[in-house]
């Protein structure tokens, strides 16, 4: 026989937070490799290169212990073959997108239906007024928050989810 703590059986979710890449973890709008940001040939007939900041491994590690973290991109696995380990994050959950390239917009059905009634902090360059509308209409807490694509995400953003 065992003790269950009923605490721990009814704490509520923790939140999501829903990260996308192009814009976010790649600035890929900069007109060249920001500094502290490395190149990387993941898909050569690309142009620009994919551009990450290893350093932002820490960050995510950190975000990791306040959220669930999901792949919320036109990257789906891509995303975890190249990025969870570049970063040092086990392999997280993918929302499905419509076949790329898809609208901005089309991303709100597909995070809504995964984000459901939980708490949700979602990171993105391209937030539309759909997006806008879906977070207002929410009952669930949740936080938008957007990058520049030339610049990606940065300590402030961060502290803003941390602070969240």
């Known amino acids: 026989m065992y003790e269950v703590d009923h605490r721990q059986a009814h704490r509520p979710p923790r939140p999501l937070l829903l990260l996308d890449v192009d ?10 490799c920001p500094p502290g940001y490395r190149e ?5 007939d690309d142009d620009p290169p994919v551009r990450l900041n290893e350093s932002h491994a820490s960050w995510l590690t950190l975000l990791a212990t306040r959220f669930d973290l999901a792949w919320a991109t036109g990257w789906e696995d891509e995303a975890n073959t190249y990025l969870s380990p570049l970063f040092g994050l086990p392999r997280l959950p993918v929302i499905r997108f419509p076949p790329v390239p898809f609208a901005p917009a089309e991303k709100v059905p597909p995070i809504a239906a995964f984000a459901g009634d939980r708490p949700t902090a979602w990171v993105d360059d391209a937030h539309t007024e759909e997006a806008r509308e879906w977070a207002a209409a929410r009952t669930a807490r ?10 990606g995400l940065t300590r402030g953003a961060v502290e803003k989810l941390l602070r969240w």
Do not use: K, M
């Open 23 to 32: 814009g976010v973890l790649n600035p890929f709008a900069s007109p060249a």
């Open 40 to 44: 990387h040939d993941f898909f050569p």
């Open 142 to 151: 949740t936080l938008l928050v957007a990058t520049d694509p030339a610049e």
